[in-house]
């Protein structure tokens, strides 16, 4: 089958094919970059007849890393773990197509230095667009193997986003270039069945009707174009417990004119079946719409606890004022069924005897899950610019008028699981999650526990500040103030209290940690400057 004619055959008629039912979509979680990439280079190995990848950023430097998770050793020459290598192998040697589109706006061109990475090394088979729609970001991050298989990724292609499961609060694999050198969570998934026509089908759509031509022009190469027809199976539509769900901005999709803000009805209506638990681990929380959506809950369902892990340092410096501000007015951060955590990462120093380093986890995830039944996984942040108009995060009236309507593109995929396969699949996800963050065994998070989860949650992070409290201040106390050489107990998972305070070592103060620069060594603590201002991010949007 040739990569442009990607339909199924049409010589056969309906009534010469045998009727059988469509094969339901599955989904397997990929839990931190380590074991994501991992699975993304075994699918491009397998790859045959096509590869292709949507991605807000893609550096040519990109390594992939062993996982730790699967036993393998980090010391493999690092030519055959470059991701780019991966592509170029699989597009020379087996001649498989390879489509790769990028956010190629004023704010981030990455599709202009990987063309010219690609024309040195003769990869002149692998086609790359850029989708320039400036104030709107190319931010859905999919990649499709062969029609087959499908990836929902949560991070872009960039070294600093790489880390496992550890989450070391300092490994040289992560350059300080993008988030200070943090620690980073991501939620990722793979996907089987009927969905991954509708991502083939998004795919399609923004290669031919909204990317630019592979000179970086605003004009299209025609014979460049995927001819693409969905499956038949895809006619299921809403009987697939694997829905994919998008967000577009106006006046750029020729056939959707007022674009998409399907993940945003989504969300809505999931959180208005909760009834027992609603659990979020997302990049931002300022979208108000959302918060909206979650105070409704909590007055109609009387029984519903939230757990909320979010970043106190977000990457965009307004980001933490708005989360917060919204999070204050909503009556979230006080709310007694309303649980908010911060992840961090404790370690010894080499040194015997040196202080703790001590490091903020920065959360990358998108993950919303309701009553371990309904969740929703994949590129959208809970703000305005992901969801539907990034005017409506700002407080002022000129920031809402300039920046209405302005949105990104984005994928999720919203599933269901009360039926067939995917029955568990949502409890896995939440249990696989809170093991990472509470340190504890899949056991202990099966069933709801007497008090309720957020007591749970609340114990694992008193113990945490504890731990780092009692660390620091026995450091102070023995040898008349000199640095204490007995270790402190691990951190039981990475989860503390979540604090509006603006810098890490006020935030560990503010939950009750004596930061003691002998015995905590704080390694991500930003300034004034950097707190209010982001200088980092607008370096790596503009570089």
């Not at 199976?233 to 769900?245: E, W």
Request: net charge neutral.
């Amino acid at each position: 089958m040739s990569a442009e004619t990607l339909g199924p055959p049409t010589e056969a008629t309906a009534a010469e094919l045998p009727r059988r039912e469509p094969p339901a979509s599955r989904i397997e979680w990929l839990i931190d970059n380590a074991v994501a990439y991992d699975e993304l280079l075994r699918a491009i190995g397998r790859a045959r007849r096509s590869v292709w990848i949507s991605q807000l950023a893609f550096d040519p430097d990109c390594m992939v890393y062993r996982s730790h998770a699967r036993g393998a050793p980090d010391d493999e020459p690092d030519d055959d773990r470059l991701l780019v290598a991966a592509l170029v192998a699989a597009s020379t040697a087996r001649a498989v197509d390879v489509r790769v589109l990028l956010n190629a706006s004023l704010l981030l061109d990455t599709a202009k230095p990987l063309r010219a990475f690609l024309a040195r090394s003769g990869a002149a088979r692998i086609r790359v667009r850029g989708i320039s729609r400036f104030p709107h970001l190319l931010h859905a991050k999919i990649l499709i193997v062969d029609e087959h298989e499908a990836f929902l990724l949560g991070s872009p292609f960039v070294n600093g986003y790489w880390d496992d499961a550890r989450h070391q609060p300092v490994d040289e694999r992560r350059p300080a270039r993008e988030l200070g050198g943090r620690p980073l969570h991501d939620v990722s998934a793979r996907i089987t069945g009927p969905a991954v026509g509708d991502l083939g089908a998004i795919f399609a759509e923004l290669w031919n009707d909204v990317s630019a031509g592979p000179t970086g022009s605003t004009g299209r190469a025609r014979d460049d174009e995927l001819r693409y027809r969905p499956r038949p199976a895809l006619a299921r539509g809403d009987d697939d417990a694997i829905q994919i769900v998008r967000t577009a901005p106006r006046r750029t999709l020729p056939r959707q004119r007022e674009g998409h803000t399907g993940i945003l009805a989504a969300i809505e209506a999931g959180i208005a079946g909760a009834r027992s638990l609603i659990y979020i681990e997302h990049q931002y929380l300022s979208a108000g719409p959302v918060i909206a959506a979650l105070t409704r809950a909590l007055q109609h369902a009387p029984a519903l606890e939230v757990v909320i892990v979010l970043n106190q340092n977000p990457d965009v410096t307004a980001y933490r004022g708005w989360q917060n501000v919204r999070l204050r007015e909503a009556g979230l951060l006080d709310h007694p069924r309303v649980g908010l955590f911060a992840l961090w990462s404790a370690e010894p120093s080499v040194a015997r005897g040196g202080p703790w380093a001590v490091n903020q986890v920065f959360v990358h995830s998108k993950v919303l899950t309701v009553d371990d039944g309904w969740a929703t996984v994949g590129s959208a942040n809970l703000d305005g610019v992901s969801l539907h108009s990034y005017g409506h995060d700002f407080a002022g009236r000129i920031g809402r008028r300039v920046f209405r309507h302005v949105r990104n593109f984005d994928v999720n995929a919203v599933i269901r699981a009360d039926q067939g396969a995917l029955v568990e699949t949502v409890r896995e996800l939440r249990v696989r999650l809170w093991c990472e963050h509470l340190g504890l065994r899949p056991d202990a998070l099966a069933a709801r526990p007497e008090q309720g989860w957020l007591a749970l949650w609340r114990e694992c992070a008193a113990r945490n500040v504890s731990t780092l409290d009692n660390g620091a201040r026995n450091a102070s106390a023995l040898d008349g103030g000199h640095t204490c050489s007995a270790p402190a107990p691990p951190l039981s998972g990475f989860v503390l209290p979540y604090s509006t305070h603006p810098t890490p070592a006020a935030q560990l103060a503010d939950v009750g940690v004596r930061v003691d620069p002998r015995r905590l060594d704080v390694r991500f603590n930003p300034g004034w400057l950097e707190v209010h201002c982001s200088p980092n991010w607008v370096r790596n949007m503009f570089a």
